[in-house]
């Protein structure tokens, strides 16, 4: 497994740890619908929620958020969508990104962002 994607995959279990540790229980990981996956699909109350986490070195050119760009949203809305009729959402889906900033395994920063789009 490359770098990168150990980095993705260690930011993704420390934003499950956030996520429980806020109550929130967790549904599915590494979902795949169609060619989309979603990271994180958890339950914030009565609400459905898609996680996408994005990981990134604190000196990173760009906010990890603005890596989720307008053709990964639609994406993300079109795998949402099918999410909620598989888990019968009885609301609509919410997507929130949560960044995950390290500097080491040891020294980390999560910024949750809600209803992200």
């Not at 020294?107 to 962002?113: A, E, G, L, M, S």
Request: hydrophobic share 40%.
């Amino acid at each position: 497994m490359d770098e990168a994607r150990k980095t993705g995959l260690w930011g993704e279990i420390l934003a499950v740890r956030a996520l429980r540790d806020k109550g929130w229980r967790i549904v599915n990981t590494n979902f795949r619908v169609g060619r989309t996956e979603t990271d994180i699909i958890a339950e914030d109350g009565d609400r459905l929620v898609c996680v996408e986490v994005k990981t990134r070195n604190p000196d990173a050119l760009l906010p990890p958020a603005e890596a989720v760009d307008v053709d990964k949203q639609r994406n993300l809305k079109r795998a949402g969508a099918a999410i909620g009729k598989i888990y019968k959402a009885e609301k609509p889906v919410r997507f929130d990104i949560i960044e995950v900033y390290y500097t080491d395994p040891t020294q980390y920063k999560i910024n949750h962002i809600e209803n992200a789009f």
